[in-house]
Structures are given as C-alpha cells and as structure tokens.
C-alpha cells in the first residue's frame, strides 16, 4: 500500500450489539491531510476515529494504518505504531490529579526511556508549540480555561511528536474567540509539523479555516471526501440540511 496514505478503510463494519454503526465505510487520508469529518449527533464519528487507532475491532472489514494492517505485528511492533499518532479526545479530558506538566509529560514517562531533565525540556518544549507559558506547567486543570485545558490536551497528544493527529469536536464548547485561535494553532502545527489531521467537527468557522477535504458520514458510511466547496454542492439530505443551518447561522 502507498506509503504516503496514512489512514485506509475498507468496507469497514461496526457495531455494538444489534445497533449497526457503520456498514461499509471506505476512507482514504493521505499524508499532509486536514479531513474534517462531519456528520449527525450519533452517527458514528467517534466510533470511526476509534477504529482507525484500534481501540475498536471491526466486525468486518480493514482498517491500514500507515499502510499496514492495524492489528499487524507483535505486541511491541504494535506499541511502536501507537507512538505514531496522538488523540485529542472528546471533551479532551485531563488526569485532573495531575498539574499541567505532569499530564504532558505522562505519555513521555510511559516511553520509560528518558531521563526526567529530558521530560522536563520536552514538556516546556510542548507547552510552547500550544502558545503556553512556562509557569502554566504547574497549575491543575481545574484552575485552567476551557481553552487552556484544550491546548494542554493538545500538548500531550502532541508529546511523541505523531505523524497524525486525531480531534475529536476539539473546538465544543469553547467561545468563538477561544475556538478561532485553537483552530489557527492547529493550522500552524499541521504547515510547521506537517502532520495529517483528522478532526470531527460541527463548527462551520473550523471547517472554513481548516478543512482540506470534508469526510461525511451519513447513511453509516462514508457517502463523500472531497473539498468543502465540491461538498457544499453535492446532493444529499444530510449534506443539504447540514450546510443550511450554517447559512442560517450565518
Ligand atoms: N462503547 C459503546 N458501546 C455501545 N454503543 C456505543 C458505544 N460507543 C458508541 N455507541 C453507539 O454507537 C453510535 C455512534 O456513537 P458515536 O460514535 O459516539 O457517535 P457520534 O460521535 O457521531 O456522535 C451511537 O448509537 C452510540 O450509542
Ligand atoms: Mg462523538
């Protein structure tokens, strides 16, 4: 498989019990992607990103992960390809009993291959890359802003320094300054770091300033991947429906 594609889907199938997520959903995300994917409340994008980082197995289908098959290899070749992406979850949640510095530095520790001078220096590297300050590496994340708290988040998922970076609804919540400026930060991480994102997002601002390509999952599959102005024209309920709420907002 081309190395340059760095996530595959094909005919990927999930489900939870009887509830059927996705039936047959093929994606492919190149290497240098922004794909912003769109879709219903409970259609599956979480689902979706899950399976691409193996935290999910299909119930049928494949899922290639840096062109190989996720599951291949053994238990440390395994280890070695989780190293290759970060995640930015939903809600992105912090180890709340641990300051900002020690919730960066927690996926470095699990390396249990660095000196803590090395943690320290890679820790005030990272706070930096997120537009921190220093002296945030010792407040607690009850003490930070929802959009501190989301920058943070982003440094840890950031820490081994990924190929692809996964968000899942990294801007919910946050007011339009605070999500304009996250957004403006992702962009430059992506030109300077060159890495591929993969974010699900709601927010028309976000997928205006930053999507390549729009993934949209309806019908519990992948019905288009294509830019957002080819997207807009296409003609699906969905995709109809959805963009006219933006136009209505505005
Ligand atoms: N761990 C789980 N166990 C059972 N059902 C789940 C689980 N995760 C998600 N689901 C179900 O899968 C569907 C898709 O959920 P999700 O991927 O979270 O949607 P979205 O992120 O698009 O809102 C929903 O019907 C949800 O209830
Ligand atoms: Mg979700």
């Known amino acids: 498989m081309n190395p340059k594609k760095v996530v595959a889907l094909r005919g990927l199938i999930s489900r939870f019990g009887d509830n059927l997520v996705l039936n047959g959903v093929d994606l492919d995300i190149m290497a240098d992607d922004i794909v912003a994917l769109v879709g219903g409340s409970g259609s599956g994008k979480t689902t979706l990103l899950r399976h691409i980082i193996g935290l999910h197995r299909p119930a049928a289908g494949e899922v290639f992960l840096f062109g190989e098959p996720l599951f291949a290899g053994n238990y440390l070749e395994q280890q070695v390809r989780r190293r290759r992406f970060g995640v930015l979850f939903q809600q992105g949640a912090l180890f709340s009993a641990f300051n900002v510095r020690d919730n960066i530095a927690f996926p470095l520790r699990e390396l249990k291959a660095l000196e803590e001078e090395e943690i320290q220096a890679l820790v005030a590297y990272k706070l930096a890359m997120v537009e921190l300050e220093p002296e945030h590496a010792l407040l607690m994340p009850a003490q930070l802003s ?64 930053l999507a390549g390509r729009v993934a949209v999952l309806a019908d519990r599959r992948i019905v288009s991947a294509v830019s957002l102005e080819e997207t807009m024209k296409l003609d699906h309920p969905f995709i109809q429906s959805f963009f006219q709420l933006f136009s209505k907002r505005g």
Request: aromatic fraction near 2%; proline fraction near 5%.
């Open 146 to 209: 929802g959009g501190m708290s989301r920058r943070v988040a982003l440094a840890r998922a950031l820490a081994l320094e990924p190929e692809l970076l996964l968000l899942d609804e990294p801007t919910a919540g946050l007011d339009p300054d605070r999500s304009t400026s996250f957004v403006a930060l992702v962009r430059r991480l992506h030109r300077q770091l060159g890495i591929t994102v993969v974010l699900v997002t709601h927010d028309v601002s976000t997928l205006l300033a």
